[in-house]
């Protein structure tokens, strides 16, 4: 027989996450989740509070299970901890660590701190990732700008090389030139085969991270593209002036359209099949009978992954 | 578990971080040497100047308190409103370490703190006996029983507030702790029971006579003691974010 994993069985256990539940007293939270992560890159994607920093942060043994466990091959990350083994570097979303250090000495006592340990086969060379994230400033952590407090967490995680890799919104706070080449350089500094998780709320990110998708939503994986079948999506988008009750708008359409504003006063269609002349007909008439203005209407095919997730997510922010 | 180069590092790095602060500096070494000074040149205390051996007892008892109490919390609490300590959890650090590190970085600011006022002392004219040497761990012992608090103010305080406090503690301890002025014996033997004179009552004997007579054995029981319930304290209400 032949294998058909070109990934070796121990790696593709790096992470299991079996009915991981994690509530909050002020709800929110992830609920049930069982995900398995093996090697290669994965994008988390979910609006906000849909639980991904949640997620990671439980994955990496920051928070604890309400029900439900953690396995980074095949231990809980608490007992990794306990034994002072690094399995998992993560970059957190939030926080400041040591405001009044710099960049190069901060770096340079991570690389202490992780030289120390035994399961490191190697720890990066410090100025190599200066040079990389551009980070040769002797500017204090508390005065540097977000984008430069980005880059100098993803090097923080990357000094230890860890077998796991969580980076939870890294490109949070920049724009969107800053965000091609944050994924830029993380592609062109980490193994592609190295078991990591990279979060975002930002759906346009996800051509740019690469691999598998997993959309969260109100704490529930809605879309997983390792087992979802994935399709092509057609889209019409349309601006009105007047504010549109959807319900009726709904009823009037095919099962498989749905419609969502996405923005205010913009609206998008959403269909498995091609937009045809009756689609665009029957939301045409629908606001001329309500005597709403549509302007900038698009009509366009989203192929794959992409426009699924985005879909589920319009779905899910709506209801 | 503890890796004692992990811990060494941790501690190496917080300790410089924290020395570099000029309050510190402030806190640590201008005001317990500025004590020393007026209490044995000017007669505002209890009549008349005061001896340089009870001078030098009060002024290690403050820098002590200081650096184990009043900047550890503060340090810590401004260390968890920056996520510092979430971010630490995400390192090969045990939580263990992480604890040890900051009241190790404590100790040594107290001990260089002592540094500085055993040179002031001898320039004003102190001859050190034996017993003195013993004084680096009385100043550990006094870390411990008011570290434990300093924990706990910070890790259920907001910054600001934990700043407000702990001098405000600082101060009280100063004024009415029987540390700097003297009250009346029944006030005293309250206060015998409190972690700023039994280390003062420490210390002092050990710049004097040494010896471990009754008082002193009662005064390191009170400090121990005060420390093994702060810690449990902290341990069990202590939030990392």
């Known amino acids: 027989m032949t294998e058909i994993s070109p990934v070796p069985r121990e790696s593709y256990l790096a992470v299991a996450t079996h009915d991981l539940t994690v509530k909050y007293p002020d709800g929110g939270g992830i609920t049930d989740i069982s995900l398995i992560f093996g090697a290669g890159r994965t994008a988390i994607v979910g609006n906000n509070g849909a639980g991904k920093s949640t997620l990671l942060e439980t994955i990496a043994g920051l928070r604890e299970p309400s029900s439900g466990n953690v396995e980074l091959f095949g231990r809980t990350p608490g007992s990794w ?239 | 578990m503890i890796s004692l180069r992990r811990l060494s590092i941790q501690t190496r790095w917080e300790f410089v971080l924290n020395a570099r602060n000029s309050e510190q500096a402030l806190l640590l070494v201008i005001i317990p040497i500025l004590i020393l000074f007026v209490m044995t040149s000017t007669s505002i205390i209890g009549g008349e100047s005061t001896g340089i051996e009870v001078a030098l007892a009060t002024v290690l008892t403050v820098s002590t308190i200081a650096a184990g109490f009043t900047s550890l919390a503060i340090a810590t609490a401004f260390e968890r409103r920056s996520d510092t300590l979430v971010f630490l959890g995400t390192t090969n650090l045990t939580r263990m370490e992480v604890v040890a590190s900051k009241s190790l970085g404590s100790l040594l600011l107290a001990l260089f703190a002592g540094i500085f006022t055993f040179i002031a002392a001898l320039f004003l004219g102190w001859t050190p006996s034996a017993a003195a040497f013993s004084i680096p761990i009385w100043i550990a012992l006094g870390v411990f029983s008011v570290s434990g608090f300093a924990y706990l103010l910070a890790g259920t305080v907001r910054a600001e507030a934990v700043l407000a406090i702990s001098n405000a503690i600082f101060v009280i301890v100063l004024m009415f702790g029987g540390v700097i002025f003297t009250f009346g014996s029944s006030f005293t033997t309250m206060l015998e029971f409190l972690p700023p004179l039994a280390l003062k009552t420490v210390i002092g004997t050990s710049i004097s006579t040494g010896g471990l007579g009754a008082n002193v054995m009662q005064a390191i029981a009170v400090l121990i003691a005060w420390g093994i319930l702060g810690h449990l304290l902290a341990s069990r209400f202590f939030k990392w974010r």
């Open chain 1, 81 to 319: 901890r306990a034994e002072g083994i690094h399995q998992v570097a993560i970059a957190l979303q939030d926080g400041r660590p040591y405001p009044s250090a710099r960049p190069q000495a901060f770096l340079e006592y991570l690389r202490k701190l992780y030289a120390t340990d035994q399961n490191h086969d190697s720890v990066r060379d410090v100025n190599v990732l200066l040079d990389a994230f551009a980070l040769r400033t002797t500017t204090m952590i508390k005065n540097l700008s977000g984008g430069e407090l980005q880059r100098l967490k993803c090097a923080a995680a990357l000094i230890a090389d860890t077998p796991i890799l969580i980076l939870d919104e890294p490109t949070a706070g920049l724009d969107p030139q800053g965000r091609r080449d944050l994924y830029a350089l993380l592609a062109s500094v980490v193994p592609a085969k190295r078991t990591t998780l990279i979060s975002t709320h930002i759906l346009e990110d996800l051509e740019s991270i690469g691999g598998r998708v997993i959309a969260l939503a109100k704490g529930s994986v809605v879309f997983d593209s390792d087992s979802n079948p994935v399709t092509s999506a057609f889209h019409m988008s349309f601006a009105s002036r007047v504010n549109l009750q959807l319900e009726p708008l709904r009823n009037a359409l095919a099962e498989d359209v749905t419609i969502a504003e996405r923005a205010q006063g913009r609206y998008q269609v959403r269909s498995e099949n091609p937009i045809d002349a009756a689609l665009i007909s029957t939301v045409m008439n629908f606001c001329a009978q309500i005597g709403a203005e549509v302007s900038d209407v698009h009509v366009s095919e989203r192929g794959g992954v992409l426009a699924q997730v985005e879909g589920l997510l319009l779905e899910g922010g709506d209801s």
